[in-house]
């Protein structure tokens, strides 16, 4: 379910007899040797270049296509490369993703893809493993639709993705790893892409459970009553409006005993956001069952690290509600108390996300954690400020801000740092409580996380992700053009890697 074809994934060091109903893709180099590595690939296949595609790809052309064997429909399509620094290490994930994406589920059967040889793309690679897992990634990317509403039938053909490469052992590895990760992807897209009439704060608390366990993740649920024990006013408070009561969801991960750093991730689980009182416009409204993209997203990197067996401990936090108008909703005016004690002046009800953030990360704070971090789709703001390719990241830590970036530029779930100055304050300054859940027209995604610093003074060191623009569908690759991105998990888990290389 939710993927187009039924996908086993191999290698090979030499070139196999071509089985029919074959596509065949491969990447060469551009520079001054193209022409004559392009005349030994397609002399593999029996074919001749002809002086106008000679010329051609000697050009401005990029790529071009040639029948092996039409009888057999086996088909070659070459692409010289032709990338910079920025778009380096996202080609082939983009390349193939699209690639996938277009081959003729009725006819095909194979698709064979033949890599460059390290050698000639190292510069842009810091391994020949990260340039096969780069690869195999936009083979995952590709396969995935969103069918599970759909009638009829939906079973998936098998395809056989064979890879060329120079390392076997190498090209092993890059598979196990990515399989864990692609896993951890998937899982989140298929939450954020769920409707919100079959996922609601209890739905997903199951549904993360469910996935989990198969992980060995332990998973724990907090009802509202639970909830209400631990005083957690503000998820109360946006909660209440709905029929589906709010859940807190605890997910713990732990390679060895005690051993390894431990990170709390929290993610923003608002399975459908209204805006509340403060109604949002009706236009793109259904986008909002995907509020809940920072739960997603945190979910799916501990599945995946578990898969992974990375050596660090884990935890996940995620507050879970509805934020939905009615006669018990949240409203304007209201002062909120938290777990914390301290107390939220609401001035905006679809301002909610920072206001359930506040008691999780009062939770994270007791837990001793040398580094927490949020994911919410935060704000708008944000969009505004950095596009929707790029998540602002929220720090005053210069070494936790440096791993994040670093992380993002290598996973290509970039990240943009944003100033933290205390000036901002002033903007959420309530007379009537502690703090106001909104700052007024500008630098909105500055002071929602101004807001949320509040609640981290305790903590070793914190930063927030606000994913707004890149969570949701967007033009940047082949791979996020439809469906809600997963964007995040890749990010945390190459940068809970390199915490793990630097300790």
């Known amino acids: 379910m939710n993927r187009l074809f039924n996908i086993t994934c191999s290698a090979t060091e030499k070139t196999p007899a071509m089985k029919s109903n074959t596509s065949v893709v491969a990447f060469i180099p551009g520079g001054s040797k193209f ?52 778009t380096a290490v996202d080609y082939f994930r983009n390349k193939l993703a699209g690639m996938v994406q277009s081959l003729p589920s009725a006819s095909i059967e194979n698709f064979y893809v033949i890599l460059p040889k390290y050698e000639s793309v190292k510069q842009f690679f810091g391994s020949d493993e990260y340039l096969y897992q ?58 954020q892409n769920a409707p919100a009439n079959h996922l609601n704060p209890e739905t997903l608390a199951q549904r993360i459970k469910n996935e989990a366990k198969k992980a060995g993740v332990k998973v724990t649920v907090l009802n509202e009553k639970e909830i209400a024990k631990k005083k957690m006013g503000g ?41 509340g009182i403060s109604i949002k416009p009706a236009s793109g409204m259904g ?30 936090l995620i507050p ?60 708008g703001a944000c969009v505004v400020a950095l596009g929707e390719f790029t998540a602002g990241l929220f720090t005053k830590n210069d070494g936790l801000a440096d ?27 309530s007379d009537v409580a502690d703090v106001k859940n909104i700052g007024g027209r500008w630098g909105g995604a500055i002071t929602a996380a101004k807001f949320l610093e509040h609640w981290t003074k305790d903590l070793k060191a914190w930063a927030h992700l606000d994913i707004a623009g890149p969570a949701f569908p967007n033009s940047q690759t082949s791979y996020s053009k439809i469906y809600m991105t997963g964007f995040g998990v890749r990010l945390l888990i190459e940068f809970i890697m390199r915490e793990v290389k630097q300790r």
């Not at 060329?164 to 692609?182: D, G, H, Q, S």
């Not at 991730?265 to 956001?273: I, Q």
């Not at 506040?358 to 949020?374: N, Q, T």
């Open 235 to 275: 998820l109360l408070a946006v909660g209440k409006g709905s029929q589906n009561p709010p859940r807190f969801i605890i997910c713990r991960y732990s390679h060895g005993k005690g051993k390894g750093q431990h990170i709390v991730l929290v993610g923003k689980g608002l399975t459908f956001d209204s805006g």
């Open 320 to 379: 879970a509600a509805e934020n939905m108008p009615s006669g018990s909703a949240m409203r304007p005016g209201d002062i909120v108390t938290t777990s914390s004690g301290k107390t939220i002046e609401v001035d905006n009800t679809d301002a909610e996300g920072r206001v359930v953030l506040a008691d999780a990360l009062h939770y994270a704070s007791k837990l001793k954690a040398d580094i927490v971090i949020d994911l919410a789709t935060l704000t």
């Open 134 to 191: 780069s690869s195999l990634e936009g083979i995952h990317y590709g396969n995935y639709t969103y069918n599970e509403f759909k009638s009829g039938d939906k079973k998936e053909k098998p395809l056989a993705v064979i890879f060329e490469i120079e390392k076997k052992n190498v090209f092993a590895v890059a598979l196990r790893n990515t399989e864990a990760i692609m896993h951890g992807v998937e899982f989140a897209r298929n939450l």
């Open 403 to 429: 791993n994040l970036y670093k992380a993002g530029i290598k996973s290509a779930d970039r990240v943009w740092r944003m100033p933290m100055w205390d000036s901002y304050n002033s903007l959420i300054t």
């Open 35 to 86: 022409k004559d590595e392009l005349k030994k690939l397609v002399g593999r296949f029996g074919i001749s270049l002809s002086k106008e595609i000679e010329k051609r790809l000697s050009g401005d052309s990029a790529s071009a296509t040639f029948s092996v064997d039409a009888a057999k429909q086996i088909s070659l399509s070459v692409h010289k490369i032709k990338f910079d620094e920025e």
């Open 287 to 316: 986008e909002m069952k995907a509020d809940m993209s920072g739960a997603a997203v945190v979910a799916g990197t501990i599945i995946s690290a578990s898969k992974l067996k990375l050596p660090v401990t884990i935890t996940v």
